[in-house]
Antibody
């Protein structure tokens, strides 16, 4: 059974940092690209970042470029999102998702809430 | 960026009756490899999204056959042949043909 367990969210002041983790199990982690998607309270879904299976390719939405860094440790089957210079508009539930070869987000984690507020 | 729009944004439905959601992309989402990476996701209240349909019309594992997808180019449709109570939630179309991947605003389906 595929499981994606996101963690690391919390309350942080504007300008602060957080590192999210997504522990994967039930599949060969290195064979799949992975994605972070966020959802602000009461809002829709927004793609944040993706990373290829080997980690050599990374992609970001414009609003987080230069502030967020996606990475992965295939030996630990874990995906990360380092978030720096956080802003109020980054407040959201952050989901990790498995990005399949059919351009689909096959499985999603339960999400971790990031709140940026003073 | 490719903008995804959905209609309607809200859809009251009757149990056992059909429902349909339209999705339109601001430009063609046919990839250079010939595939159209258009998916449909369902998000039940308090839950993460769940994949229903990929590449326009392919049902994901475990998805009931009352869900079907169709379309081409820039216009796509999700149909529920007979709505059941567990279908309540928000439905999103998304494109993964090019970065940034983008989602529609969501269509809320309620009874």
């Amino acid at each position: 059974e595929v499981q994606l367990l996101a963690s690391g969210g919390g309350l942080v002041q504007p300008g602060g940092s957080l590192r999210l983790s997504c522990a994967a199990s039930g599949f060969t982690f290195s064979n799949y690209a992975m994605t972070w998607v966020r959802q602000a309270p009461g809002k829709g879904l927004e793609w944040v970042s993706s990373i290829t299976g080997g980690g050599g390719g990374t992609y970001y939405t414009d609003s987080v470029k230069g502030r967020f860094t996606v990475s992965r440790d295939n030996s630990k089957s874990t995906l990360y999102l380092q978030m720096n210079s956080l802003r109020a508009e980054d407040t959201a539930v952050y989901y990790c998702a498995m990005w399949g070869q059919n351009g689909d987000y096959l499985y999603w984690g339960q999400g971790t809430l990031v709140t940026v507020s003073s | 960026d490719i903008v995804m729009t959905q209609t309607p944004l809200s859809s009251p439905v009757t149990l056992g009756q059909p429902a349909s959601i339209s999705c339109r992309s601001s430009q063609s989402i046919v990839h250079n490899d010939g595939n159209t990476y258009l998916s449909w996701l369902q998000q039940r209240p308090g839950q993460p999204p769940r994949l229903l349909i990929y590449k326009i019309s392919n049902r994901f594992s475990g998805v009931p056959d009352r869900f079907s997808g169709s379309g081409a180019g820039t216009d796509f449709t999700l149909k529920i042949s007979r709505v059941e109570g567990e279908d309540v939630g928000v439905y999103y179309c998304m494109q993964a043909t090019q970065f940034p991947h983008t989602f529609g605003p969501g269509t809320k389906v309620d009874i």
